[in-house]
């Protein structure tokens, strides 16, 4: 993806452009691997996990885009996904990161917040407090709804929606959360465990037992909805850097 190759940060938006940059990443890669799947006609629901995370990184990237203050929103971002990083390495200690307890996790956080703040500021003045700032807004937060916006994310999406259909001129629908929860709520059905099981199933009885079938899914269904919001992640996180390019450059 050309745009991806050619995305430069701006000094004084560093984390923010970063954390977009990550969320294409996502969005890129995850679509990807979805595909991949696709390719396996008989179980397309397999690529849902894919899509669900390339969807979930589209729809924050628009968020994240379309906020005013887009450098400080994006240092908050960048704060919470180092949160969320060190309570990992807190419980799971993983071989060779060297950390051994909580403690531990606390420090990797603290130089990990010093050193990104000491590198804005290496290149945008002043820039590196922001750093400090967003920590002391994430800890003031709810932990409920859980991200860097502290807000219901659906409904952020909708503001952001209309913020480039302004841009681009262009009408929307107005009940855009809803039907990303509705997205949504189909891609993470496939993504977590269950019993999937369908309304037709065959049964065989044996002297020992009985022997249950479940018939193929609706493989047609699941391939449109996951190739359907694969190519809408896609272009979410086309417009998300339109609008980047035009408001925050």
Same mark, same amino acid.
Request: with cysteine; aromatic share 10%.
């Given at each position: 993806?050309?745009?991806?190759?050619?995305?430069?940060?701006?000094?004084?938006?560093?984390?923010?452009?970063?954390?977009?940059?990550?969320? $294409?990443?996502?969005?890129?890669?995850?679509?990807?691997?979805?595909?991949?799947?696709?390719?396996?006609?008989?179980?397309?629901?397999?690529?849902?996990?894919? +899509? *669900? !995370?390339? #969807?979930?990184?589209?729809?924050?990237?628009?968020?994240?885009?379309?906020?005013?203050?887009?450098?400080?929103?994006? =240092?908050?971002?960048?704060?919470?996904?180092?949160?969320?990083?060190?309570?990992?390495?807190?419980?799971?200690?993983?071989?060779?990161?060297? +950390?051994?307890?909580?403690?531990? =996790? %606390? %420090?990797? #956080?603290?130089?990990?917040?010093?050193?990104?703040?000491?590198?804005?500021?290496?290149?945008?003045?002043?820039?590196?407090?922001?750093? =400090?700032?967003?920590?002391?807004?994430?800890?003031?937060?709810?932990? *409920?709804?859980?991200?860097?916006?502290?807000?219901?994310? =659906?409904?952020?999406?909708?503001?952001?929606?209309?913020?480039?259909?302004?841009?681009?001129?262009?009408?929307?629908?107005?009940? $855009?959360? !809803?039907?990303? *929860?509705?997205?949504?709520?189909?891609?993470?059905?496939?993504?977590?465990?269950?019993?999937?099981?369908?309304?037709?199933?065959?049964?065989?009885?044996?002297?020992?037992? +009985?022997?249950?079938?479940?018939?193929?899914?609706?493989?047609?269904?699941? #391939?449109?909805?996951?190739?359907?919001?694969?190519?809408?992640?896609?272009?979410?996180?086309?417009?998300?850097?339109?609008?980047?390019?035009? +408001?925050?450059?």
């Amino acid at each position: 993806m050309n745009e991806r190759d050619q995305f430069l940060c701006q000094p004084k938006n560093l984390l923010a452009d970063m954390v977009l940059l990550a969320f $294409m990443n996502d969005v890129l890669e995850s679509v990807q691997a979805g595909m991949g799947v696709l390719q396996l006609e008989t179980i397309p629901h397999r690529a849902f996990p894919c +899509i *669900r !995370t390339a #969807f979930e990184a589209a729809q924050q990237a628009l968020v994240l885009v379309t906020q005013e203050y887009y450098a400080f929103v994006g =240092a908050k971002a960048w704060v919470y996904y180092c949160r969320r990083d060190k309570n990992w390495l807190a419980l799971a200690k993983p071989e060779g990161s060297g +950390i051994q307890s909580k403690q531990d =996790a %606390d %420090d990797w #956080f603290e130089a990990k917040l010093q050193d990104i703040a000491n590198l804005w500021d290496s290149v945008s003045n002043g820039q590196g407090k922001l750093v =400090a700032q967003a920590r002391i807004e994430l800890e003031k937060q709810p932990r *409920r709804p859980d991200n860097w916006l502290g807000k219901d994310l =659906a409904l952020a999406q909708d503001e952001a929606y209309r913020k480039i259909a302004s841009l681009r001129k262009i009408q929307i629908d107005q009940n $855009m959360s !809803t039907t990303n *929860r509705s997205i949504y709520g189909s891609l993470s059905r496939d993504t977590h465990t269950g019993l999937r099981i369908n309304a037709e199933i065959t049964f065989e009885t044996y002297p020992n037992g +009985i022997k249950v079938s479940f018939l193929t899914r609706d493989n047609p269904f699941n #391939f449109k909805t996951a190739s359907t919001s694969a190519m809408l992640s896609v272009e979410e996180i086309l417009m998300a850097l339109e609008y980047r390019n035009h +408001i925050h450059s």
